[in-house]
């Protein structure tokens, strides 16, 4: 039986093409394993969509149409499975 994650990292990610890898990669690098990545694309233009499908078997993935940064964090929280929730900006690591 997998257990459930504990924390749940959601990143909501707008044309961040050039920074969205290193923020998602930050998060996979944390040592604690009851962890769960959740990336929501907010329909971005400019690749960003591309990078997400190279993480697509270590990431929750969600893609919607441009809402703005609240919108895709609540989508995130939305499937998110975690006890927890953080927020990663995908510009950040």
Not at 25 to 47: H, K, M
Not at 56 to 66: G, K, S, T
């Given at each position: 039986m997998v257990e459930r994650p504990v924390l749940?990292?959601?990143?909501?990610?707008?044309?961040?093409?050039?920074?969205?890898?290193?923020?998602?990669?930050?998060?996979?690098?944390?040592?604690?394993?009851?962890?769960?990545?959740?990336?929501?694309?907010d329909g971005s233009t400019d690749g960003t969509?591309?990078?997400?499908?190279?993480?697509?078997?270590?990431?929750?993935?969600?893609?919607?149409?441009?809402?703005?940064?609240?919108?895709?964090?609540?989508?995130?929280?939305?499937?998110?499975?975690?006890?927890?929730?953080?927020?990663?900006?995908?510009?950040?690591?």
């Amino acid at each position: 039986m997998v257990e459930r994650p504990v924390l749940s990292i959601i990143i909501a990610a707008y044309d961040v093409v050039q920074y969205v890898a290193e923020a998602i990669d930050s998060a996979l690098a944390q040592t604690y394993e009851r962890v769960e990545i959740v990336v929501v694309n907010d329909g971005s233009t400019d690749g960003t969509a591309a990078v997400l499908d190279e993480y697509r078997d270590r990431i929750v993935r969600v893609d919607q149409a441009n809402a703005g940064l609240p919108a895709a964090r609540n989508a995130g929280i939305a499937v998110s499975s975690g006890q927890l929730i953080g927020f990663l900006d995908a510009d950040d690591m």
